[in-house]
């Protein structure tokens, strides 16, 4: 349906007067600037004056850098059970623009326009509708392709809703993994997939995960200990093949670091079944024997060992967390930490989560300069020297619309308790009672107990 919409416009003049600003790129900062906003692109950066028009927001006492960017998320997986909390949870811990490899197509496209036309509160999105795969899938939203001619339905559809990227899946036969590149290439879209070798041959664009499901029965990229070949390296750095790495046992972290769960807007904004989702993560860390933890951080370790050779040998990390599998929003800043602590500076790895992503994403993003789109984070504290204060944000800027972290909590309750543990969960929230059982129900012969019994032996039983 040829449904129409018009990009929010953005104000007409934003000043954003910042103590200390880091523009995504450079290895220092500059100290009292106004970054000059119009509409959504930053106009210009220059010495802080007084008395410029439009209106003014007051950093100057704060650490202003680019938004950061989740690369690797899928927004749609649990996002309708967030109700709207999703884009405010994301934006309060400074994440201005995701982007799903893998998406409901239709809920995509429809979740894409309510953001860019500004009817709904949440980062810049970027998406793929169902990743294209051969014909057995593993995740239920996605499609299974059969033959050719199914194939170019496929692709048909991908140009209709103008998807932002194409993400091939494990079972796709190579022939047609190489002709979804061409294709795509020619529409000027990127392609993305779990693979290094074979797609790194037929002009693929990106890897996700430092390892992942393939249909080899092994990984390429990535030896059981976490560890890399020198040869997958080269490829890499000489190719400029991106890399997304989603390091989820980053989350081993959480046997020292729980600042992020007893945060006030991870509890006022995750539902309570994510909590405790987050809380058993939290449990299952701190509770692991010392040997086990060791075994998870030397892996975690030869992870990042990996990142930072590429990074330093030239190559192309950009940061993403594959969200909701491993746990929204904080999760991005889980791997940020990891990076510090395994071998990379705290630019180097903002950079990934910023200007280095946004360069991949061929969009305007990722840097504060002229002409680029005024997506920013406004922190207190120095992130480039304690990469911990990249969470400290207090307000963000998205295509030069302000919103402090205050007005982002607002429509949501606190927690009834104000104990600073994990236990302190976002508020219960309240579930309608179910839809009552039809009265002939039981008359059916799908509840008769016997018949059910029967089914679960059946199809259940333990052979």
Same mark, same amino acid.
């Given at each position: 349906? !040829?449904?129409?919409?018009?990009?929010?416009?953005?104000?007409?003049?934003?000043?954003?007067?910042?103590?200390? &600003?880091?523009?995504?790129?450079?290895?220092?900062?500059?100290?009292?600037?106004?970054?000059?906003?119009?509409?959504?692109?930053?106009?210009?950066?220059?010495?802080?004056?007084?008395?410029?028009?439009?209106?003014?927001?007051?950093?100057?006492?704060?650490?202003? &850098?680019?938004?950061?960017?989740?690369?690797?998320?899928?927004?749609?997986?649990?996002?309708?059970?967030?109700?709207?909390?999703?884009?405010?949870?994301?934006?309060?811990?400074?994440?201005?623009?995701?982007?799903?490899?893998?998406?409901?197509?239709?809920?995509?496209?429809?979740?894409?326009?309510?953001?860019?036309?500004?009817?709904?509160?949440?980062?810049?999105?970027?998406?793929?509708?169902?990743?294209?795969?051969?014909?057995?899938?593993?995740?239920?939203?996605?499609?299974?392709?059969?033959?050719?001619?199914?194939?170019?339905?496929?692709?048909?559809?991908?140009?209709?809703?103008?998807?932002?990227?194409? !993400?091939?899946?494990?079972?796709?036969?190579?022939?047609?993994?190489?002709?979804?590149?061409?294709?795509?290439? *020619?529409?000027? !879209?990127?392609?993305?997939?779990?693979?290094?070798?074979?797609?790194?041959?037929?002009?693929?664009?990106?890897?996700?995960?430092?390892?992942?499901?393939? *249909?080899?029965?092994?990984? *390429?990229?990535?030896?059981?200990?976490?560890?890399?070949?020198?040869?997958?390296?080269? &490829?890499?750095?000489?190719?400029?093949?991106?890399?997304?790495?989603?390091?989820?046992?980053?989350?081993?972290?959480?046997?020292?670091?729980?600042?992020?769960?007893?945060?006030?807007?991870?509890?006022?904004?995750?539902?309570?079944?994510?909590?405790?989702?987050?809380?058993?993560?939290?449990?299952?860390?701190?509770?692991?024997?010392?040997?086990?933890?060791?075994?998870?951080?030397?892996?975690?370790?030869?992870?990042?060992?990996?990142?930072?050779? &590429?990074?330093?040998?030239?190559?192309?990390?950009?940061?993403?967390?594959?969200?909701?599998?491993?746990?929204?929003?904080?999760?991005?800043?889980?791997?940020?930490?990891?990076?510090?602590?395994?071998?990379?500076?705290?630019?180097?790895?903002?950079?990934?989560?910023?200007?280095?992503?946004?360069?991949?994403?061929?969009?305007?993003?990722?840097?504060?300069?002229?002409?680029?789109?005024?997506?920013?984070?406004?922190?207190?504290?120095?992130?480039?020297?304690?990469?911990?204060?990249?969470?400290?944000?207090?307000?963000?800027?998205?295509?030069?619309?302000?919103?402090?972290?205050?007005?982002?909590?607002?429509?949501?309750?606190?927690?009834?308790?104000?104990?600073?543990?994990?236990?302190?969960?976002?508020?219960?929230?309240?579930? !309608?009672? *179910?839809?009552?059982?039809?009265?002939?129900?039981?008359?059916?012969?799908?509840?008769?107990?016997?018949?059910?019994?029967?089914?679960?032996?059946?199809?259940?039983?333990?052979?």
């Amino acid at each position: 349906m !040829k449904l129409t919409w018009r990009n929010d416009t953005g104000p007409d003049q934003v000043v954003i007067h910042a103590g200390r &600003m880091w523009d995504g790129v450079s290895k220092s900062v500059v100290r009292d600037v106004d970054i000059i906003v119009r509409g959504q692109r930053i106009t210009a950066i220059e010495p802080h004056r007084d008395g410029r028009p439009g209106a003014r927001i007051d950093a100057r006492d704060r650490f202003v &850098m680019p938004g950061l960017i989740d690369i690797h998320h899928h927004r749609e997986m649990q996002g309708y059970a967030y109700g709207s909390r999703q884009g405010p949870l994301w934006l309060a811990l400074g994440v201005t623009t995701t982007r799903s490899p893998g998406s409901p197509a239709y809920h995509m496209v429809e979740e894409r326009e309510s953001v860019q036309s500004g009817a709904r509160l949440a980062p810049r999105y970027l998406g793929t509708g169902e990743a294209i795969d051969g014909p057995r899938i593993y995740y239920n939203f996605m499609r299974p392709t059969y033959s050719h001619d199914q194939l170019l339905l496929e692709l048909r559809r991908a140009a209709a809703l103008d998807y932002d990227m194409m !993400k091939c899946y494990v079972r796709l036969p190579v022939v047609w993994h190489r002709e979804v590149i061409d294709w795509a290439h *020619r529409q000027g !879209k990127p392609v993305s997939s779990h693979y290094h070798y074979p797609a790194i041959a037929m002009g693929g664009d990106q890897t996700e995960h430092v390892g992942a499901t393939n *249909r080899f029965g092994y990984s *390429r990229t990535v030896t059981n200990v976490g560890s890399a070949y020198s040869d997958v390296i080269a &490829m890499f750095n000489a190719s400029k093949m991106a890399r997304t790495p989603t390091l989820f046992n980053s989350s081993t972290l959480y046997r020292d670091d729980t600042s992020l769960v007893t945060d006030e807007r991870v509890r006022r904004l995750y539902p309570n079944w994510r909590m405790a989702a987050l809380r058993a993560t939290v449990t299952t860390a701190q509770t692991a024997d010392p040997t086990a933890v060791q075994v998870i951080r030397t892996n975690l370790a030869n992870q990042v060992a990996q990142l930072t050779a &590429m990074i330093r040998g030239g190559g192309v990390v950009t940061a993403g967390t594959d969200a909701p599998i491993d746990h929204l929003g904080i999760s991005l800043h889980m791997n940020l930490r990891a990076m510090v602590k395994y071998g990379l500076t705290p630019r180097e790895t903002l950079t990934s989560a910023t200007s280095t992503s946004g360069a991949y994403l061929g969009l305007p993003l990722g840097r504060i300069a002229k002409g680029m789109y005024a997506d920013l984070a406004i922190i207190d504290g120095d992130p480039l020297s304690r990469i911990e204060d990249a969470a400290n944000v207090t307000a963000v800027v998205v295509g030069g619309r302000h919103h402090t972290v205050e007005q982002l909590l607002a429509p949501y309750p606190s927690s009834s308790t104000t104990q600073a543990t994990p236990a302190a969960a976002a508020p219960s929230g309240k579930v !309608k009672n *179910r839809v009552p059982v039809h009265q002939s129900a039981a008359s059916h012969w799908w509840n008769d107990p016997a018949e059910l019994e029967a089914a679960r032996v059946a199809c259940c039983h333990d052979h």
